[in-house]
């Protein structure tokens, strides 16, 4: 039985640049989308429904023939048997085919009913299937190909169904959406034929679908077959489940009932509502109904809910509690880095759920009638049940919020749904003696301190940005609780009276008072999320802080450690302080610029982590920008992936020369550069102060060419205070400066480096070429071994044919891409100089985030680094 699968909407970096449809929050739209189509869904069955009394559907539930609900069950076993289909056939596909059937049968069956309840089928059931089949070497990628999968043949399935109900019995669709029935017919032989004609494809050629690294192979023609023989089962047993449940006297064929069951599947499915809930409610009633409907047949409505959804969910978080409390004896005797390996993925989305499903019975409980209140007020006095009632209904919206911060790991979520959780406890008890209300509040509580170890990030608990998509589920989970309300009370005669009255048997008047607390809330926090967009605090580097850095950056070989000093960064400390990381925040995405600097191996090894560790807790994505490949083992070790993303240029000083063939170009260059009168000059550090309005000017000029603009991060900028921190070397041409570059030095592992080159548009005719050439003799005449000229983006990646996507993207891009950046030229520029190619890498964790990760690096480039500086002062001030 299918839900709303959400898709992974990944956000961009704000830019001027990026075209309308790359600025839309297609996550917002869709979950406008879903709101709309529940709403409308509500309207139109509160219409539908206004003749029917809550007394009278309880009724019909209570006298339900125990033979039919008996055929729902085994109805929905059969159906949920089939699944088990999905992933046996996904998992052999994608060369998974070590997990035993009895594991993907408990698997399948778990993950399949969370998501069917909860809808977003990537983050609950993959999030449940990456849990349970990691036991069995089964990798993200796979799992990934296994949930697509999954829904390919479900929607396979559906379609073939559709196709042959429509072909055999079209006549109640037509009715339904009013067009002929020769229409509905030919339709279904075109699904049919569709399915023919790509059974065919697949016979005759491999096909598969591509997403840069991540291939997803697709079936051949008898696996295809099974696959959709799986989804047609499933389907059909699924509908089967609703049909003996519904009331005899509306006479309707399963065939033509399949067509209503998968067109109102298909709705609830686009319509992202999490469950269908509502909008797949709707398509049935006016589907099935003749006439107006009756209570029989909104009773098969909410059994079929029951029966088909809220059992074996409520089954299969058992099964999830009972395997990790088996699990957890195992992992004992691990250490504490595996251990929470192991149950990261899973505790935190099952705690959510739980929490928002606990957070749903509070709500809807405040709205229907009580049923022990000439019980409780024999022992309860009127306010306390009045006052609990309410506040009930206050604490099940709440942690309907709180989950989101739950399924972010947050501490301050998990204290405060732990509080929420013991007063929903109390207030059950107190406002009508609903121990199984309270029962699964203490449920809910006892799974959140048994995965205590999991909370651990810092923020607030509903101060965090809520996602489109959980707004859209607090939505409307509200939005339901008052429609049920509001279908209950339908009878109960409006009045403003109603608010103020109070009393044992005045169900209304409390509902009325509750929905308004509940939505009063919702719209509050949603409000402040609108106008609060919460981003991580800056705190201001303080004086000692930047000594320790100072003093680090000083006992460092590392040539990039300099770059601590452009004022644009913020810093992490390793635990023995002789350590740090450098990094940035761009979105959710942190950057750290080069390997850590540290001076021993262990320093070194635990800044990855801390960083790693520190990115966590704060909802961040870690990567590192730039890492040399002597320290590949370490990120490896950490769970990082690695892409090449260019080539240092180190200059061998002691083999470099200006003489004899080897040197021939070079010293024609300088000889042809000071024939037209210029001369090279080294402006010491504690001088450089005094330049500074004549290298500003030649900085100025040099950014003004073709609208050029400062870059910061990853390389130096303009800043006053970074350049007289060194050396600069300038090129005066009569007298006037022309052209300049400030010089790192590491005398202890004797590498010297340059970073800001700047010249003016008029400069003599390779003036650069002259001031590396000059730079490099002086400073091999001071006793250094290595120089570098810095990295050569997008160079040296494979060509090889069979060379990984990502490759032959970036080599397009360094042949072609010159309109954005001038890739090949810089190679061929630093080339003159006969380096030594060292390769820079790109650590991360996410491939299928990769491209919003280089979006965010990208963005934290070219984001102004004055601004950054600005900021930061003002912090200090």
């Not at 309707?252 to 509502?278: K, Q, R």
């Not at 201001?540 to 000083?554: H, N, P, Q, T, Y």
């Not at 080159?757 to 006793?783: C, T, W």
């Not at 030594?836 to 984001?863: M, V």
């Amino acid at each position: 039985m299918p839900t709303p699968r959400q898709k992974d909407c990944t956000e961009k970096p704000d830019s001027p640049h990026r075209g309308w449809f790359e600025r839309i929050d297609w996550a917002a739209v869709g979950a406008l989308v879903a709101l709309a189509a529940f709403s409308y869904a509500a309207t139109v069955l509160y219409k539908n429904l206004e003749n029917i009394s809550w007394q009278q559907v309880h009724h019909v539930v209570a006298a339900f023939p125990l033979s039919r609900l008996g055929l729902a069950a085994l109805a929905t076993a059969a159906s949920y048997l089939a699944l088990i289909g999905y992933d046996f056939i996904a998992l052999r596909l994608v060369g998974a085919d070590r997990v035993p059937l009895r594991v993907t049968a408990i698997t399948s069956f778990i993950s399949h009913a969370v998501t069917f309840t909860l809808g977003f089928g990537v983050l609950t059931g993959g999030a449940v299937r990456m849990r349970l089949y990691r036991a069995w070497d089964v990798k993200a990628d796979q799992v990934l190909a296994v949930v697509v999968l999954c829904a390919l043949s479900f929607w396979a399935g559906l379609a073939a169904i559709a196709g042959i109900c429509l072909t055999l019995d079209p006549e109640l669709v037509a009715t339904l959406i009013d067009v002929n029935a020769a229409a509905c017919r030919l339709l279904g032989v075109i699904i049919l034929l569709s399915i023919l004609g790509w059974l065919i494809f697949v016979a005759t050629k491999p096909a598969n679908i591509a997403i840069r690294n991540w291939r997803l192979p697709l079936p051949g023609a008898g696996v295809t077959l099974a696959a959709i023989l799986v989804g047609m089962a499933d389907v059909a047993a699924a509908a089967a489940a609703l049909w003996v449940l519904l009331p005899s006297d509306l006479n309707l064929t399963l065939p033509g009932f399949l067509v209503v069951f998968s067109l109102a599947t298909v709705v609830g499915v686009i319509s992202h509502v999490p469950g269908g809930f509502g909008v797949f409610d709707a398509i049935v009633l006016l589907g099935t109904a003749k006439g107006a409907p009756s209570p029989e047949l909104v009773s098969s409505l909410l059994l079929f809910r029951l029966i088909y959804y809220f059992v074996p969910v409520s089954i299969a978080a058992t099964m999830l509690v009972v395997y990790e409390m088996r699990a957890r004896p195992g992992a004992a005797h691990e250490d504490s880095s595996t251990s929470a390996t192991l149950f990261e993925p899973i505790i935190p989305p099952l705690a959510a759920i739980a929490t928002f499903f606990g957070g749903l019975v509070l709500l809807i409980s405040g709205t229907l009638p009580a049923q022990r209140m000439s019980v409780v007020r024999d022992f309860v006095p009127l306010p306390f049940v009045e006052a609990s009632h309410f506040i009930a209904s206050l604490v099940g919206t709440i942690l309907l919020i709180v989950a989101n911060g739950l399924a972010h790991r947050l501490r301050s979520a998990w204290q405060l749904a732990l509080v929420l959780l013991g007063g929903g406890v109390i207030f059950s008890v107190i406002k009508g003696f609903n121990f199984g209300q309270a029962l699964i509040c203490v449920a809910v509580a006892a799974l959140l301190v048994g995965g205590r170890r999991e909370f651990y990030r810092q923020g607030g608990a509903l101060s965090g940005r809520l996602s489109a998509p959980v707004l859209l589920a607090v939505a409307v989970a509200v939005g339901a609780s008052a429609f049920i309300g509001l279908a209950i009370y339908r009878g109960v005669p409006y009045d403003n009276s109603l608010w103020w009255e109070f009393a044992y048997h005045q169900d209304a008047s409390r509902f009325l008072r509750a929905t308004l607390g509940a939505a009063t809330i919702v719209v509050v926090i949603a409000a402040y999320q609108l106008l609060h967009r919460t981003t991580p605090q800056r705190r201001a580097i303080s004086a000692s802080e930047m000594l320790e850095v100072e003093a680090i950056v000083r006992a460092s070989t590392q040539i990039t450690s300099e770059l601590a000093f452009t004022g644009d960064k913020r810093f992490l400390f390793s635990q023995s302080g002789d350590g740090f990381v450098m990094y940035g925040v761009r979105g959710s995405t942190w950057v750290a610029m080069g390997d850590p600097i540290a001076v021993r191996s262990t320093d070194l090894i635990d800044l990855v982590w801390r960083f790693k560790e520190t990115a966590d807790e704060h909802r961040g994505t870690p990567v590192f920008y730039q890492v040399a490949a002597e320290h590949l083992p370490v990120y490896l070790d950490a769970g990082f992936s690695l892409v090449k993303l260019g080539e240092d240029a180190w200059v061998d000083l002691q083999a470099f020369t200006l003489d004899g063939k080897v040197g021939r170009r070079l010293r024609q260059t300088r000889s042809r550069v000071e024939r037209t009168g210029v001369s090279f000059e080294i402006i010491k550090a504690e001088d450089v102060e005094q330049f500074l309005p004549a290298l500003k000017r030649v900085s100025d000029a040099w950014l003004a060419v073709r609208g050029r603009r400062e870059k910061g991060f990853s390389l130096g900028f303009w800043n006053d205070d970074y350049l007289r921190r060194h050396d600069v070397a300038v090129v005066r041409h009569e007298g006037r400066i022309v052209a300049f570059a400030n010089i790192l030095r590491k005398p202890a592992a004797a590498t010297a480096s340059l970073d800001l080159m700047r010249h003016v548009s008029d400069a003599p005719e390779s003036v650069m070429d002259y001031l590396v050439v000059m730079l490099l003799e002086h400073v091999k005449a001071e006793g250094y071994k290595w120089f570098n000229l810095g990295m050569a983006p997008l160079s040296g990646l494979p060509e090889h044919r069979l060379a990984s996507r990502w490759a032959r993207l970036a080599g397009l891009f360094f042949r072609y891409g010159d309109r954005l950046y001038n890739f090949e030229g810089v190679r061929i520029f630093k080339s003159k100089f006969k380096p030594e190619w060292r390769p820079k890498y790109l650590a991360y964790e996410h491939s299928l985030r990769l491209p919003q990760t280089l979006f965010d690096i990208a963005g934290l480039i070219s984001a102004s680094p004055q601004r950054a500086i600005a900021r930061r002062q003002r912090h200090e001030v």
